[in-house]
């Protein structure tokens, strides 16, 4: 969902094509045409067709027998995903995957089929049905259509909340771990990922810096698969699962708290709640570090991917994406203070030393 590219030198380009700021109408119905694209797309993809052209190209009738489907109707949907340049079709009715397509294969290298089909999911779509309702009332579209908080949500559905782990896993790419690269493992030789789910990012973590050791700490349910993936990974010996609820209680004892991609998903009051849990763990060390990953929004009037995440956030979670002054703000409350600054406008790595 990061690292898009403005459609223009200049800084203040709306994060769209150029070819769909012609003029008002066309830039109305170009973000109409985006759900066209989107729903076409998740149906190629519930179907397998990614993993039907991984050995080459194939006709829409040959697809649509293996996939067991009506074939008129598939040919469509595969020509809507073509004409959003998802797949390519040549003149005799034949379908090959571009690059994008390669990552929606199941188990592609580098693949976020997962996260996709998570993001496209009717719990991650149906609240935007309403965000009118969030902005009038405050309380989430998402908890006025489903009746229940989003994370209630997943605990009461193993389903839901399988799509939304494994979504997780892929969320992260190389740019994310690129953040550590300076990571000074004599000096940060134990880090509590906190939040970190089935510990996925923290085993990378560990796997690119050999001198290091961790620990995830979250919910029972979050951590279920967690000694599975620190095997898978390798890191086993140097990893381990810590029940929290991280509202409440961190655990001491570690060198640097990192909390990724997941405080963007609470209200300001709820954010500091527990990152003063942090600040509790961390007591008299004052050698140790506050890691905060997380999106950091430009300034007014400068187009931002996360301005529109923004939306979902707000929609879906309750929570927001934040601005330099809003985080910092948020740090010195729960007793931090800011080490750098990095720059906005893309997922980045916030430091903070205890105070």
Same mark, same amino acid.
């Given at each position: ?134 902005? @009038? ?35 992260? !790419? ?23 789910? @089935? ?14 050791? !961790? ?141």
């Amino acid at each position: 969902m990061d690292g898009a590219q403005f459609a223009a030198d200049d800084g203040n380009a709306p994060v769209l094509p150029a070819a769909a700021r012609g003029d008002a109408r066309a830039l109305v119905f170009h973000l109409a045409a985006v759900k066209w694209s989107i729903g076409a797309l998740r149906a190629v993809v519930q179907l397998g067709i990614p993993d039907l052209l991984a050995d080459g190209p194939g006709r829409g009738g040959e697809l649509a027998a293996l996939a067991g489907v009506d074939a008129s109707r598939l040919r469509r949907v595969l020509a809507a995903a073509a004409t959003a340049g998802v797949l390519v079709e040549d003149g005799a009715g034949r379908f090959s995957l571009t690059p994008a397509a390669e990552g929606l294969r199941t188990g592609g290298p580098g693949g976020f089929r997962d996260v996709f089909l998570f993001l496209t999911d009717p719990m991650m779509w149906r609240p935007y049905e309403d965000v009118a309702h969030t902005v @009038r009332t405050g309380e989430p579209a998402f908890d006025h259509l489903f009746g229940e908080p989003f994370y209630e949500h997943l605990r009461r559905d193993p389903v839901a909340s399988d799509l939304f782990d494994r979504a997780m896993v892929q969320n992260d !790419g190389p740019e994310t771990y690129d953040l550590f690269d300076d990571l000074d493992a004599r000096r940060h030789r134990r880090i509590a990922d906190v939040g970190g789910g @089935r510990g996925s990012f923290l085993a990378g973590l560990l796997s690119r810096h050999p001198g290091v050791t !961790g620990a995830v700490c979250d919910h029972p349910l979050a951590i279920a698969g967690a000694a599975d993936e620190f095997a898978r990974q390798g890191v086993a010996d140097r990893a381990e699962a810590i029940e929290t609820d991280f509202f409440e209680k961190v655990p001491p004892g570690f060198d640097a708290y990192l909390v990724k991609r997941s405080l963007q998903n609470w209200s300001d009051a709820e954010a500091v709640r527990v990152l003063a849990r942090v600040r509790e763990a961390i007591g008299d060390d004052r050698d140790a570090r506050l890691w905060i990953v997380n999106h950091l929004l430009t300034r007014s009037g400068v187009p931002d991917l996360g301005k529109l995440s923004d939306i979902e956030m707000m929609s879906i979670l309750g929570g927001r994406e934040r601005g330099w002054s809003e985080w910092t703000r948020l740090g010195a409350e729960a007793g931090f203070a800011p080490v750098g600054e990095p720059s906005a406008g893309r997922v980045t790595l916030l430091t903070f030393r205890p105070i």
